[in-house]
Structures are given as C-alpha cells and as structure tokens.
C-alpha cells in the first residue's frame, strides 16, 4: 500500500471558509500532484510540483493555491470555498524520472454547503 | 476533443465473464500507458503499465497497446465480484513535466 496520506477524507463546510487539504508522503518522492474528479469524469491535473519551494498551475483552472514547503508535504488551500468547489480532491506523488509510478492517497471529498 | 476517450459505462458482467476494457488517445506523442483501478471512495491504484505496442499478461490481466490505431485495452478473464471498480486508463508523453492524462473511467459490475 502507498505510503501517501491525505486529510481530512471527508468535509463539510460552509460557504465562504477557508479550508486546507493535507497530503503527505512518506516516500521520499520529489514530484507531487493534485488532481480533481468529477463523478463520472476523468481526473483533471489542478496543481503539481517538482520538488520543493516549486509549484505549477495544471490544465484545470482552479481557485485553490498549493505550496510546497518540504519534500513530504503538499497542502491545498481555499481561501473562500463556494459550492462550485464541490468535488473529490486527489493527491498523488511519484519518484522523478521516465515512466515512474503515481501513487495517489485516498482522496478527501469535499462539499461546500 | 478530449486527448483520451474512454467509455464510462457501467459495464456489468456475470462472474466469471472475460471483460474488455478500451481506450483510444488522439496525441502520438504518448509513450506510456498504465490503467488504474479505483475502488469506491478510493484513490486509484495501478494494475498495468505498458510501454511498447503488443500485449502484457499479469494473472487474470492482459494490457494490450496497439500504438498504430492509438488504442489500448485491458482484458480482464475470470472476472470476481471483487473486481467491480472503476478503471481508468492513463497515458504520460515522454516530455516536459511527463503529467499523466486520464480517461473519464469505466465502471466495471461483476454480479455473483
């Protein structure tokens, strides 16, 4: 089992909060990765980043902010979540180089009430 | 279009069933292709990973890449209930940031 950590698994919060995902990892891997799922749709890169103080925007636009400030850690941050950030919030990491596997936590999902 | 396509489903077998499971991509610039599976409330976690055009076994599972029509597949034999999950398929070019693009996924039933 992949040695990746996300919490909380579950959250419900109001319109407005701000709100924090964590993710850790305990591999070693310099590469992290955020990705969103829709039910039903594919997974969409909103955030990633090569190792730490680095940071990228993915293909899905997205108004939540990452940083990266050790090697393990990666959290997400809303500063003002709305409905539209409903959604189940994946974070995955994989070892720098060619055809490397992505291992991913189990996701928090998340709904804005 | 989306880079990679991939049949939703619900796909529903009875045990024992052979399941065939596809994806066609539009970028040759692909080079690695891996299918996930995803149970519910899970993250996703790799089953097959594939560089080459031709076929890979492991157990119950068959990879199956044909680069020439941008199509891979995975062949499931003897399907279990408890390979009822979402799969999906992924693909990484061997540039840049080598990102992972994924197909919507395809929800697999397996009935006793």
């Known amino acids: 089992e992949a040695d990746i950590y996300q919490t909380p698994r579950y959250l419900v919060i109001g319109t407005g909060k701000k709100i924090t995902l964590e993710c850790s990892q305990t591999m070693g891997h310099d590469k992290m990765y955020w990705y969103q799922q829709d039910p039903g749709m594919e997974l969409h890169l909103i955030h990633y980043s090569y190792g730490v103080n680095s940071t990228e925007k993915g293909d899905l636009s997205s108004e939540s902010t990452v940083s990266r400030i050790r090697t393990e850690h990666f959290p997400l941050t809303l500063e003002s979540a709305r409905p539209s950030h409903t959604s189940q919030y994946l974070c995955?990491?994989?070892?720098?180089?060619?055809?490397?596997?992505?291992?991913f936590g189990q996701g928090t999902r998340l709904t804005v009430v | 279009q989306k880079e990679v396509e991939q049949d939703p489903g619900p796909l529903s077998v009875p045990e024992g069933a052979i399941v065939s499971l596809n994806c066609t991509y539009s970028?040759?610039?692909?080079?690695?292709f891996m299918w996930y599976r995803q149970y519910s409330r899970k993250g996703p976690e790799l089953l097959m990973y594939t560089y080459s055009s031709g076929n890979k076994e492991d157990g119950r599972f068959t990879a199956q890449v044909d680069k020439s029509s941008k199509y891979i597949s995975l062949f499931i034999r003897d399907s279990q209930p408890s390979d009822s999950a979402t799969y999906l398929c992924?693909?990484?070019?061997?540039?840049?940031?080598?990102?992972?693009?994924f197909g919507t996924g395809t929800r697999l039933l397996v009935s006793p």
């Open positions: 970028n040759s610039a692909f080079q690695y």
């Open positions: 995955a990491s994989s070892k720098t180089g060619v055809n490397t596997e992505a291992f």
């Open positions: 992924a693909m990484l070019m061997n540039t840049g940031f080598q990102k992972l693009v």
